[in-house]
């Protein structure tokens, strides 16, 4: 019923305040209940297998919402969209990303995909090669909420990714708790070792930020810079260069 947006959050690169990424984020509002949250919504499409078909509208509005921008004149940044388990899992999934990028003349620098970390891991053989594939194509790869899912070393070094997410349970209390600044500072070193790029998530103090940049955290993403916003904020974001003050 047409009832489905996405919005989109910036990803900002911690050295120079600009954007550097988009994240899609998909958004509900239900004519009787108002927004409803995806915590609540997509679940249920998962167990359902409407996500399937959710989840295929999510990359093609992406993928359109970067060409509209280009057309517009801006220069958008790559896209990420959010990849769920039943989507992974089918035979099709490859294909469905090749033909949310068709019609691309030079789907590079287009689209990211997000992957938990716990998803990843399982099945890991069959989803190397399943991402090798989408990456042949001009994706990127993310991992996403790094930290949760119980990874195998071993494994994260053969995965074809291209950036590492730091779940927010690990920033939220970055700055009152030592732990959490050990356990960041490894994930940074791992990822920069495997020379990914790393992205902070839910960064909402500048001492938060300013901590990450110290520690060489790459971009970060979160309510101190904005919220996910509709296509058409986005888009006065990219005219306007909207950046991290400072
Ligand atoms: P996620 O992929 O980890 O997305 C990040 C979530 O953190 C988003 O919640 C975002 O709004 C929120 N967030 C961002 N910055 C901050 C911050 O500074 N503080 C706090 N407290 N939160 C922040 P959202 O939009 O409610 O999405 C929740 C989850 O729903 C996502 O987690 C993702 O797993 C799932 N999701 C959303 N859109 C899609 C989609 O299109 N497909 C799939 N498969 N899953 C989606
Ligand atoms: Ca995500
Ligand atoms: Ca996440």
């Known amino acids: 019923r047409r009832e489905l947006a996405l919005h989109y959050q910036p990803t ?4 120079k305040g600009n954007i550097v990424g988009l994240e899609a984020l998909m958004r509900w509002r239900d004519p009787d209940l108002g927004p409803v949250p995806p915590a609540r919504f ?7 297998g409407l996500i399937l078909e959710a989840g295929r509208w999510a990359l093609e509005q992406a993928v359109a919402d970067f060409r509209r921008w280009q057309a517009n004149g801006l220069h958008p940044p790559r896209v990420a969209v959010n990849v769920s388990q039943l989507q992974l899992r089918q035979k099709d999934f490859v294909a469905t990303v090749e033909r949310a990028l068709s019609g691309a003349a030079g789907a590079a620098g287009v689209l990211e995909l997000e992957i938990t970390e716990s998803l990843i891991m399982q099945d890991v053989e069959a989803n190397i090669l399943k991402l090798k594939a989408v990456r042949d194509m001009g994706a990127e790869v993310a991992i996403d909420d790094f930290g949760t899912g119980y990874s195998s070393l071993s494994y994260i070094a053969k995965l074809p990714i291209n950036t590492l997410k730091i779940d927010r349970a690990f920033v939220m209390n970055l700055t009152r708790n030592p732990g959490d600044v050990s356990i960041v500072t490894t994930m940074i070193s791992l990822a920069h070792s495997l020379d990914l790029t790393v992205v902070a998530e839910g960064v909402e103090t500048l001492e938060q930020a300013n901590l990450l940049r110290l520690l060489k955290c790459d971009e970060f993403q979160g309510y101190l810079f904005s919220p996910a916003v509709p296509a058409e904020r ?7 260069n909207k950046s991290l003050p400072g």
């Open 12 to 15: 900002v690169d911690l050295g």
């Open 234 to 240: 986005i888009e006065q974001f990219l005219r306007e």
């Open 42 to 48: 997509i679940p249920v499409m998962e167990e359902t």
